[in-house]
Structures are given as structure tokens and as C-alpha cells.
């Protein structure tokens, strides 16, 4: 069954056009924001689907949270993720100038108390040229648990202060792309209240 990712309406050359200048011009670091990815309609479906796959507590030092397994245990969470790339590898090719090819997709529920803290993506020989999070509808709206993006001071190479430079809201069918570097310093500022639901992860030459 084709998920409903499938449907992203982010095709139009013009829509390219926009995302790409919106990419060059972003601060603190290469990012874009887009509302409405896919027809409200198609949301109910794609909360049916994810209500089958299973999520676990997770807890380290810089992060708790709850989540899905790394792998997608259910073959409608798999399709999602081929389709999110199949979708979306080729528009965010031609928006950020860096070639993608493959996308893994984890579906993430942040409660009241869960945070992520200041970090980058960046790790040797992994590869992830693209991070991004999708927001889904939640049944309690959070309070808190914003995406913060933070700007870095560089002396000889290394980072020596860092001030926060944005929030985006954790709105629902809103799609975050951001690039991953040593400098794409991010966090998801603690949920004070309800409930934050997303689909995120990594696009991959």
C-alpha cells in the first residue's frame, strides 16, 4: 500500500526554486521550513499506520524520549520510509545541492519531561548529508519542545561559543530539512506540557 508521503506536494519547479533560495539564504546554519507536506486528508491514514508500529523508551545522557525502533518493524512504517525518500530525495537534491539518495525514518513521541539537548549530527563515516523531523497532529498539542537551532563562533577550526538563533515550532504536517555539519548545533527544548509527535531522521547519498 502507497503511503500517504507519497502525496508531498513538492514537485513544482517553482516550489523547488523558492526552497533552494530559502536554503542558500538561512541562518544560523542551511535549513528550510515547509507547512502543509501532504493533503490534510491524508493525515488520518498516516496516524492509522503509525498507531501499529511499536515505540520504546530511550534515555542518555544528552536525550530521553520515546521511539521506534531503528529499523521499521512493520511493513507500512518501511514503505513510509521508501516513499519519504523516493518522494523527497530528488527535491531536496536539486534544493540543497547536495545529492541524496536514501532516507531511514524513526517515529519519535516526545511526553512531558523529554528533551533532546544541544548536538550535531555530524559523526564520521556514517554519512548523513540531511537531517530532518516531520510533525505529526498530536492528541494533546505540546507545550514546548521546540526545534532550536543554535549559531556557533569558529576560531581555528574549533567551535568557541554558541548562541541560540532560532525556534521552530513543532507544528503539525510541518517538514524541518537541515544541513549536517560540524556546525549544525540543534536541540528539542524539553516538553513542558503534551505531546510532541514526529517522523525524523537522515538523508544519505
Not at 523529554?114 to 498530536?138: C, I, K, V
Request: charged fraction near 25%; charge should be negative.
Amino acid at each position: 500500500m502507497q503511503s500517504p508521503l507519497r502525496s508531498a506536494d513538492l514537485l513544482r519547479d517553482t516550489t523547488i526554486e523558492n526552497l533552494s533560495k530559502n536554503w542558500r539564504a538561512a541562518a544560523p546554519f542551511p535549513h528550510v521550513v515547509i507547512d502543509d507536506v501532504i493533503p490534510p486528508d491524508a493525515l488520518g491514514s498516516l496516524m492509522a499506520m503509525l498507531d501499529e508500529e511499536p515505540v520504546d523508551p530511550y534515555e542518555g545522557d544528552l536525550f530521553t524520549f520515546d521511539a521506534s525502533a531503528p529499523e521499521p518493524r512493520t511493513d507500512e512504517l518501511r514503505a513510509a520510509r521508501d516513499d519519504l525518500a523516493a518522494t523527497l530525495a530528488p527535491v531536496l537534491s536539486r534544493v540543497t545541492g547536495k545529492a541524496v539518495t536514501r532516507a531511514d525514518l524513526r517515529a519519535f513521541a516526545y511526553r512531558e519531561g523529554h528533551y533532546l539537548l544541544p548536538h550535531s549530527d555530524h559523526q564520521q563515516g556514517l554519512g548523513r548529508a540531511l537531517a530532518y523531523a516531520y510533525y505529526l497532529p498530536s492528541p494533546e498539542p505540546p507545550v514546548g519542545g521546540e526545534l532550536e537551532l543554535y549559531r556557533c563562533t569558529i576560531v581555528a577550526g574549533e567551535i568557541v561559543a554558541t548562541e541560540s538563533a532560532l525556534l521552530v515550532e513543532p507544528r503539525p504536517n510541518r517538514l524541518v530539512v537541515f544541513d549536517v555539519s560540524d556546525v549544525s548545533l540543534h536541540q528539542v527544548r524539553e516538553v513542558v506540557r503534551g505531546l510532541r509527535l514526529s517522523l525524523a531522521g537522515w538523508f544519505y547519498p
